[in-house]
């Protein structure tokens, strides 16, 4: 197993506090993608952002839209832009059994009714996911 594929032993502590709208994880996001997420929060503050390796279909001919995860203190929103841009939202606690795959470098979904069952995350990036996750 190559080193760089690796998760942390353990997981980092879960993210408590909102990100401020200027942060540079929020601005990484774009102006759309902060848009699409804005309208679906409902009120709710961003905690974390991860950019992911993965695509999904937004209706462009020319390819599909980048996935970023963003979390909430109870939910985890995949977003991508494109024509039709994506928002989605999922409960923490209906993704509780999610894992990371080392071999693959992917965080697999549990449920596997999410619109994509695994996105690819760097293993630190992938370890901060779970925690969020676990932790919410």
Not at 30 to 38: A, D, K, T, Y
Not at 61 to 82: N, S, Y
Not at 106 to 119: H, I, K, N, W
Request: hydrophobic fraction near 45%; proline fraction near 10%.
């Amino acid at each position: 197993m190559r080193a760089n594929r690796r998760i942390p032993d353990a997981l980092p502590p879960a993210a408590a506090e909102a990100l401020n709208p200027a942060a540079p994880e929020l601005r990484a996001l774009g102006s759309r993608r902060r848009r699409v997420l804005g309208r679906h929060l409902g009120g709710e503050a961003v905690l974390a952002v991860a950019r992911t390796s993965s695509t999904i279909d937004t209706g462009s001919w020319f390819g599909k839209g980048r996935i970023w995860l963003a979390f909430t203190p109870t939910a985890m929103f995949i977003v991508a832009r494109g024509p039709r841009p994506r928002c989605q939202r999922f409960p923490l606690a209906e993704l509780k059994k999610t894992q990371y795959n080392t071999v693959t470098g992917e965080l697999v979904f549990v449920p596997a009714d999410l619109p994509v069952q695994t996105v690819a995350l760097p293993p630190v990036e992938a370890a901060q996911a779970l925690a969020q996750i676990r932790g919410g």
